[in-house]
């Protein structure tokens, strides 16, 4: 070997081993390179098989706690701006509802989860599976978060609760799908997929369930919590009526 030939070896070892990188699986199994909450953030959005590689491990805490964190701070910015439509107390109200309902949602479907990936065939631990149950919702709230601009701009140019209810609706369906697609790498195989599949309806009616169950969310009512039980689909379709019907001098701050 000659020694220019050497010199280019040594000068195109480092792209090259940065190309390879590049074109690995994200979703390849790896270890961390480090802990803390940016790491896991970073290992969320960019390589999640390292999420996976510690939840199989020894540092699942190292992993589920920031996920956690991260979950409740972004669920938490998108509540002050679905709270921002109505303004004065619904601006710590609305987080607090849908970080509290999110999470007692999750808590809620975790048992099944477990129960439909063992019938599955499923050899995971009940650790690597609150880990990936985690990491789902994180993901959920991170998406959110950046559609959360969007859903600002609305909010302040229109009064219509209706209206910014279907669009918070289709954004969080968005951003669960993201989630769920996660969880599915995680721990879909294709023995277990439609299982997987059903749980995570099951998981999407709970959560629209458990939110009507902590109106008002959008909007204003004249209690904090609700004062007799409803049905998702039914307060929603009576929340459309009253939206249609309502006066247009009353606006969603006075409601």
């Not at 960019?46 to 805490?61: F, I, V």
């Not at 609760?161 to 993201?178: C, D, E, P």
């Amino acid at each position: 070997m000659t020694k220019d030939s050497a010199e280019n070896e040594t000068h195109d070892s480092p792209l090259a081993a940065r190309q390879v990188t590049a074109t690995l699986d994200p979703y390849a199994e790896e270890p961390l390179e480090g802990r803390g909450l940016l790491v896991s953030l970073e290992s969320l959005l960019k390589r999640p098989g390292r999420l996976l590689h510690a939840l199989r491990g020894k540092t699942s805490k190292s992993v589920v706690l920031p996920l956690s964190v991260v979950a409740c701070f972004c669920l938490t910015f998108y509540g002050v701006v679905v709270g921002g439509l109505s303004g004065g107390e619904q601006l710590w109200q609305a987080p607090a509802k849908i970080v509290l309902g999110t999470l007692a949602s999750a808590a809620i479907c975790l048992p099944s989860l477990y129960v439909f990936l063992c019938l599955g065939g499923v050899d995971a631990r009940f650790r690597e599976v609150l880990g990936s149950l985690v990491a789902m919702v994180a993901l959920s709230a991170v998406m959110l978060i950046g559609l959360a601009p969007v859903a600002w701009v609305f909010s302040q140019s229109t009064d219509s609760v209706a209206l910014m209810s279907v669009m918070h609706l289709g954004f969080w369906g968005i951003a669960t799908a993201m989630g769920a697609r996660l969880l599915s790498r995680f721990l879909g195989s294709s023995g277990n997929r439609a299982r997987l599949k059903g749980w995570i309806a099951i998981y999407l009616l709970v959560c629209v369930q458990m939110m009507t169950s902590l109106r008002p969310i959008v909007g204003r009512a004249e209690t904090s919590l609700p004062t007799d039980k409803r049905f998702f689909l039914q307060h929603f379709m009576e929340m459309l009526g009253e939206d249609v019907n309502r006066d247009p001098g009353v606006s969603a701050r006075g409601r």
